[in-house]
């Protein structure tokens, strides 16, 4: 059985498509473009823009009560490989050891021109 997870404090979904999905204890986290949902702005460096998606990611792993620290494996995407070490910095502020496995890359291009996105997986019983 699958449920949905929503949280007001991360931006809604722009397609059909849920903020994130739980399947008995694994949560996956849609990918979160890093919108602020109180005031549905986006930062423009590419350190901000993470920290403001991990925030996304953090508000909506609290509806199920789960952490940053129940994260088991994530998933950036940049639109430019040269914004790897400023995300890799702010990335490091969030997510303690054990590290969460993960892949960066970058890609064409991200909706709304995001410097970042970032998906996640958590496991939570």
């Given at each position: 059985?699958k449920?949905?997870?929503?949280s007001?404090k991360?931006?809604?979904?722009?397609g059909?498509y849920?903020?994130?999905?739980?399947?008995g204890?694994?949560i996956?986290?849609s990918?979160?473009?890093p919108?602020?949902?109180s005031?549905?702005?986006?930062?423009?460096e590419?350190?901000?823009?993470?920290r403001?998606?991990i925030?996304?990611i953090?508000?909506?792993?609290e509806?199920?009560?789960?952490t940053?620290d129940?994260?088991?494996?994530s998933?950036?995407?940049l639109?430019?490989?040269?914004?790897f070490?400023?995300?890799?910095?702010?990335?490091a502020?969030?997510?303690k050891?054990?590290?969460?496995a993960?892949?960066?890359?970058?890609?064409?291009?991200?909706?709304k021109?995001?410097?970042?996105?970032?998906?996640?997986?958590?496991?939570?019983?």
């Open positions: 059985m449920t949905e997870l929503n007001k991360a931006p809604g979904a722009i059909p849920s903020q994130a999905v739980k399947a204890n694994l996956f986290v990918g979160q473009l919108i602020n949902a005031n549905g702005e986006m930062p423009r590419i350190k901000d823009q993470t403001q998606s925030e996304n953090k508000a909506i792993l509806e199920d009560g789960a940053l129940d994260v088991v494996k998933t950036v995407y639109a430019d490989m040269s914004l070490g400023d995300m890799n910095e702010v990335y502020e969030y997510f050891k054990v590290y969460p993960r892949a960066a890359f970058a890609v064409k291009e991200l909706p021109q995001a410097l970042v996105e970032i998906e996640v997986i958590a496991y939570h019983a």
